[in-house]
């Protein structure tokens, strides 16, 4: 006889959270989950993990005061976290917070997330974060930037860092579709496939034929007339992707990372010529490394692969690009 009540039905239990977004730092990682879930793990002891402590944390570990937020977003930097709440319209940072990078006035290292007070009320399309400087893109294409600030990565006109966010002045009138942060500089895709370069320009990577830094934006005007719809940056070089499809890249190349054949910087952006055969759909820039995924599913690496970064079963650098496979 069952219980009075009972239907008899064995209730099925809800599925697990599914990984909707993933991001790294430095030696942290963050996953957003369905259901606005937000997770962190690795480091901690800069507060880049946001448990209220200086812990590491050795598996993905609930962030429990984001629970009420439904969080669509996360972008790591180096040792902080950045986070956006759609329906709050709102920013959330918490870390390491030398050099402004948290955007809350201060240069305080913070171990819970905070609202970024001068991004309330906008509507973000992306957020970048470099090693210690931050950009965000809102709906409308204006891109607003704070943090470290020594070579012009800010794009404000100036190497004072800003401890807020500040508009950068020099994209009025001209809207962006996405940005990318190196370790001390920037890259940029407008709506209308413009590309653009700023900050550190040592090892060519903003594209612009020299070595010089720019406080400014500036257009990367050697790209063939293409129109440029993905950027990332590596840590001293940059990766764009044309409407093509067709891969081009430039800057620091000692390990190989740019995938022409050598170790020379170049100047300004080259396509690879590997990949000149594929549709590239997806990029990413490592210290000294890059991936690339095409649109037929193969995923490409090279560079650097002392650590086996490459993922192709070895430790050889490779200066063209390797078939990863994934496993």
């Known amino acids: ?16 959270p599914r990984v909707v977004l993933i991001s790294a730092g430095a030696s942290h990682s963050v996953a957003l989950l369905s259901g606005h879930i937000v997770c962190s793990w690795g480091r901690g002891e800069d507060g880049q993990l946001g ?39 709102q920013v959330y940072s918490w870390g390491w917070g ?5 955007g809350h ?20 399309k ?46 009025q009138g001209i809207p962006v579709k996405m940005i990318a942060a190196g370790a001390e500089h920037t890259a940029a895709v407008t709506e209308d496939g413009e590309l653009y370069g700023w900050g550190w320009g040592r090892y060519g990577n903003l594209g612009l034929g020299d070595r010089n830094d720019r406080l400014i934006p500036e257009k990367v005007s050697s790209v063939g007339g293409q129109n440029m719809v993905l950027v990332a940056c590596g840590w001293r070089h940059t990766i764009t992707v ?3 499809g067709n891969l081009y890249t430039y800057g620091w190349s000692k390990y ?25 759909s997806q990029i990413s ?23 086996g970064q490459v993922g192709v079963g070895g430790k050889i650098w490779y200066l063209l690009h390797v078939d990863g496979g994934i496993q």
């Not at 006889?1 to 697990?16: C, D, L, Q, R």
């Open 1 to 16: 006889m069952e219980p009075a009540g009972s239907s008899g039905e064995v209730e099925t239990p809800p599925p697990p």
């Open 51 to 89: 448990h209220g402590n200086a812990e590491d944390q050795l598996i993905p570990t609930v962030l429990s005061a984001l629970d009420n937020a439904r969080i669509v977003s996360i972008v790591c930097g180096a040792d902080h976290t950045t986070a956006y709440s759609e329906p709050e319209l």
């Open 98 to 102: 030398d050099f402004g990078r948290l």
């Open 105 to 124: 006035g201060n240069s305080s290292d913070i171990f819970t997330p905070q609202p970024i007070k001068a991004l309330q009320g906008i509507k973000i």
């Open 126 to 171: 992306q957020i970048a974060c470099g090693d210690s400087h931050c950009l965000a893109v809102t709906m409308d294409g204006e891109v607003q930037s704070w943090g470290r600030n020594q070579n012009g990565q800010l794009g404000l006109g100036t190497n004072e860092d800003s401890l807020v966010p500040q508009k950068i002045q020099s994209f």
């Open 242 to 244: 044309s409407s093509s």
């Open 256 to 280: 190989g990372q740019l995938g022409h054949g050598d170790f020379e910087d170049h100047l300004v952006p080259h396509q690879v010529e590997a990949l000149q055969q594929s549709c590239v």
């Open 285 to 307: 820039g490592g210290w000294r490394h890059t991936m690339a995924l095409t649109s037929d599913g193969k995923l490409y690496g090279w560079g650097w692969n002392k650590f």
